[in-house]
């Protein structure tokens, strides 16, 4: 499923209208039709609904779902603002329907706000279609006030936004003056990045998506860059193991890290790496950390590499030259930790994986220092940075990389050649020619100590097992936020990490 940007989404209407030959009128019709079924599907008790109305064609979906309504026995009133001679054909030829058919249609002004309160506060739905994907700039008086009023008097009604909620930036999220908060958002033919992004994700409710009559070849010839994370994306890779194969068939992880203090988050990218399937999975640690993560780890290898004090030395990493030949991808990052020549040992391991590579936690931060280094890599390399890896990456500040999750992680992957993985909430993962795919899977249980080295450890393995980066990264990305949910048995509160991993294995049966 594609995740439209508001530019795109007015290409994709433009070519079912000017090359397909749909009428925009027919779109409007069922984009109107699908938001008054999504309301008389919920069986409400009350069918007092009060219709919000804009200029644009987001106003045009507002007066045919009121006709719908109408005509399904509910009594409507619709206030619509602006003027006749700035709506389209389309929207001005529905608002004339709903005038011939002796709906009750109110031009809003401000001296009337208070018999719209009044509405308000007895209405048993509130249809929001003021403003959809064709908002631009600041809010304008009146929608600011118009936004307020619904938003506390319509208390008890049922608040259902088409499209987009009114207020909220398509594109990033962002809250335009003020927004409707909604408890339903219909959405016309895909989801929109404002779905998914804070803060306007949260004034969404939840999100309905209605078939508006847009063929999907019509959606592929448009090519949108963003993707929701499915699994019909990367399904075909995700095969039964082979009765002939051998732990050889299925790749063999490094996993590097584990300093002192630190040794759990290796040891959980480890596990990870096991359950997401690897033959096998080596975990280098500082070697005065080696007994204690052989005693730790029954099913892993483990290297007890050059260190100091339990920390990695500089100058330990050409162990990994020595024995890259056995190796079929690397993870660097879970519990490094700081340690004095970290830069040039982070630049030799760059050099001496000749196979797909994972970087996280201080791996990032060394990798801050000097993000060019990143130009010597010749293979597959993926960064799972959380925002404040992000900010300190991109060297800006957390709430920029909040505020540009959809810009900050694409510009880098396309600058340095490599996939970013920027988690959070609704995870964004950036590839290195552009396309994004935006994460539905996760669970606030996830946000605890250890969920990041447990999507490395995932990550790492399927990449082991040679499963192509561009499949393997949202793969591992949905199977930890699947997993993430599916540990969650009664309290979010109390979900352990190795209560995640174990339900790795469940998640991947789940989607196989
Ligand atoms: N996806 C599809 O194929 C279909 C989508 N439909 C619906 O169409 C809207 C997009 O419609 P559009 O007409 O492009 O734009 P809007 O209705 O969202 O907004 C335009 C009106 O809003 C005014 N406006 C814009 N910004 C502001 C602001 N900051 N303050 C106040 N008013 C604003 C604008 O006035 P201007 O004077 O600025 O031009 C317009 O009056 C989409 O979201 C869907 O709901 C189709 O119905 C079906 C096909
Ligand atoms: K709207």
């Known amino acids: ?93 529905f608002h004339q329907s709903c005038l011939k058919l002796g709906l009750s249609v109110q031009l809003y002004e401000r001296s009337r706000a208070g018999e719209l309160k009044e509405m308000l506060q007895r209405c048993d739905v509130v249809v929001d279609a003021l403003l959809g994907t064709g908002v631009h700039g600041e809010l304008r ?164 590499w050059p260190g100091t004090d339990g920390f990695f030395t500089a100058s330990g990493s050409q162990v990994l030259g020595e024995r890259a030949d056995r190796l079929s991808a690397v993870a660097v990052g879970p519990g490094v930790g700081r340690f004095a020549g970290e830069t040039e040992w982070l630049k030799e391991i760059l050099v001496r994986s000749p196979f797909p590579m994972v970087l996280d936690a201080d791996a990032l931060n060394i990798l801050s220092e000097d993000p060019s280094m990143l130009h010597i890599r010749q293979h597959p390399t993926v960064l799972t940075p959380h925002p404040g890896e992000m900010a300190r990456l991109a060297g800006c500040t957390v709430q920029e990389v909040e505020q540009n999750r959809h810009r900050i992680p694409r510009e880098w992957a396309q600058f340095y050649g490599v996939t970013v993985v920027l988690k959070g909430t609704h995870t964004v993962i950036a590839m290195s020619d552009g396309r994004q795919v935006v994460n539905p899977t996760g669970s606030p249980a996830l946000a605890k100590g250890g969920s990041g080295d447990i999507l490395t450890g995932i990550l790492g393995a399927l990449l082991a097992r040679k499963i192509p980066v561009h499949a393997a990264v949202p793969m591992g990305v949905y199977i930890h936020g699947l997993a993430g949910e599916r540990a969650v048995s009664d309290s979010a509160h109390s979900v352990l990490a190795t209560e995640v991993i174990d339900q790795i294995g469940p998640a991947i049966h789940q989607i196989s």
């Not at 979906?61 to 109408?70: C, E, H, I, K, Q």
Request: proline residues 5%; glycine residues 10%.
């Open 141 to 304: 008086e009146p929608l600011p006030e118009l936004i307020r009023l619904v938003n506390l008097e319509a208390e008890q009604a049922l608040k259902v936004a088409v499209d987009i909620p009114s207020g909220v930036n398509t594109d990033t999220g962002a809250i335009m003056t003020d927004a409707i908060q909604a408890d339903v958002t219909v959405t016309l033919d895909s989801p929109k990045w404002c779905h998914y992004l804070r803060p306007a994700a949260e004034y969404c409710g939840e999100l309905q998506v209605a078939d508006i009559g847009i063929p999907s070849f019509a959606k592929a010839h448009q090519a949108p860059q963003a993707r929701l994370n499915t699994p019909e994306m990367w399904k075909a890779y995700l095969k039964p193991r082979s009765p002939w194969g051998h732990k050889g068939s299925y790749g063999h992880l490094l996993v590097v890290g584990g300093s002192r203090g630190m040794l759990g988050a290796a040891a959980l990218s480890g596990m990870a790496g096991l359950r997401a399937g690897a033959g096998l999975v080596t975990v280098a640690v500082p070697e005065q950390q080696e007994q204690a993560i052989a005693a730790k780890l029954t099913e892993a290898l483990v290297w007890g």
């Open 1 to 93: 499923m594609y995740l439209f940007t508001a530019q795109e989404m007015r290409d994709l209407d433009r070519y079912m209208i000017e090359e397909i030959g749909v009428p925009g009128a027919a779109l409007m019709e069922n984009a109107g039709r699908s938001v008054a079924q999504a309301i008389l599907n919920r069986k409400l008790q009350g069918t007092f609904a009060v219709v919000l109305a804009g200029s644009g064609n987001n106003g045009g979906d507002g007066f045919v779902a009121a006709r719908y309504l109408a005509s399904a026995g509910w009594d409507v009133c619709v206030w619509w603002i602006g003027s006749e001679e700035k709506m389209s054909e389309e929207t001005r030829a």
